[in-house]
């Protein structure tokens, strides 16, 4: 069975950075596109960012570009996401996610998900 464990949440000052983790098991992760969504309360869950299966390509939310980056490590089969300048509109909770196809920015696209990380970004 597929897993996707996310680690690295916490409670931040707005400005302050934090870098999440993903690790990957029980399937071949070289072979999967990564991705990461977040879930605010009471809000749809939504993309954040996405890397095809060698890094080297990557695709970011508008509200995310410049200060959020994606990157992943087949050897140790895990992705990251590093956030940086954190405003108090990113607080949510993060989700890695992991599909064979092509990386695509719906939901629906995307075959395994993790049980997601708390990021709260106090003002």
């Known amino acids: 069975q597929v897993q996707l464990v996310e680690s690295g949440g916490g409670l931040v000052q707005a400005g302050d950075s934090l870098r999440l983790s993903c690790a990957g098991s029980?399937?071949?992760?070289?072979?999967?596109?990564m991705g990461w969504f977040r879930q605010a309360p009471g809000k749809e869950r939504e993309f954040v960012a996405a890397?095809?299966?060698?890094?080297?390509?990557?695709n970011y939310a508008d509200s995310v570009k410049g200060r959020f980056t994606i990157s992943r490590d087949n050897a140790k089969n895990t992705v990251h996401l590093q956030m940086n300048s954190l405003h108090p509109e990113d607080t949510a909770i993060y989700y890695c996610a992991a599909d064979p196809r092509a990386p695509s920015q719906a939901l629906g696209s995307w075959m395994y998900w993790g049980q997601g990380t708390q990021v709260t970004v106090s003002s």
């Open positions: 890397i095809t299966r060698s890094g080297e390509s990557t």
């Open positions: 029980r399937f071949t992760f070289e072979k999967y596109v």
